[in-house]
């Protein structure tokens, strides 16, 4: 598989402990977001996505968050494990408009034992 | 991966030389796009394809052309690479041009 050495912003957080990733979008007429996990070697994979007319929506372990007031994104990672190490981005689109999805530039989670 | 596939997985080429890239789907979706990914600057979309012979240009187009004659394949042709095209490139697929992306393993293609 393939990776890259991306030098971004990195998160370490002790494994069992909640993990918070925060990105901020940048178009308030964005009305739908999705989170993406890049694991070393791959291509990125869908998490979880929020429509803007919700705030927080749960899935297996993971939680997002939504303030349009601030265009805040985030993503709760609950009782981090190891299999969660990655880059993860997010990512916002109009589905209105159809326009393409517009991806941030990443956080690296590193989970220490 | 959603069943996508891209070829060649790794590549190392001369600067000048034409190279292509493949990226098939079994998928059947509408919309194919190519990315390029790079340290600092994330996943930028180099063209993307909402049909058979139907593209369009991305953010970082320049120095790429792309070809899609058939909805399983979608081709990235580099006419004359060049150092700066040295990347990780991803193919990703979706239904809906604004819905959630399925990505390709990638492509790590190096110009010398």
């Known amino acids: 598989g393939e990776s890259v050495g991306l030098h971004l912003p990195t998160l370490s957080v002790q494994e069992g402990d909640n993990s918070i990733i925060n990105c901020a979008y940048s178009n308030s007429a964005s009305d739908y977001f999705i989170w993406y996990k890049q694991e070393s070697g791959k291509g990125p994979q869908f998490i979880i996505d929020?429509?803007?007319?919700?705030d927080k929506r749960q899935g297996q372990r993971v939680t997002v968050l939504l303030n349009k007031t601030v265009k805040h994104l985030s993503l709760q990672i609950a009782a981090t494990q190891p299999g969660d190490s990655a880059v993860y981005f997010c990512a916002e689109s109009q589905m209105n408009r159809d326009d393409k999805i517009i991806f941030g530039k990443g956080t690296r989670l590193h989970i220490l034992p | 991966d959603a069943g996508i596939t891209q070829s060649p997985r790794h590549k190392v080429t001369e600067t000048g030389t034409p190279v292509t890239l493949r990226c098939h789907q079994t998928e059947n979706h509408r919309y194919m796009y190519w990315y390029r990914q790079d340290p600092g600057h994330g996943l930028r979309l180099i063209h993307y394809?909402?049909?058979?012979?139907?593209?369009d240009k991305g953010e970082v187009s320049d120095g790429y052309s792309v070809s899609r004659s058939k909805t399983e394949d979608f081709l990235l042709t580099l006419e004359s690479a060049t150092s700066s095209q040295t990347s990780v490139y991803f193919c990703a697929i979706t239904a809906r041009i604004s819905d959630e992306q399925y990505f390709g393993p990638g492509t790590r293609l190096t110009v010398t």
């Open positions: 394809s909402y049909g058979v012979k139907d593209t």
């Open positions: 929020i429509r803007s007319n919700m």
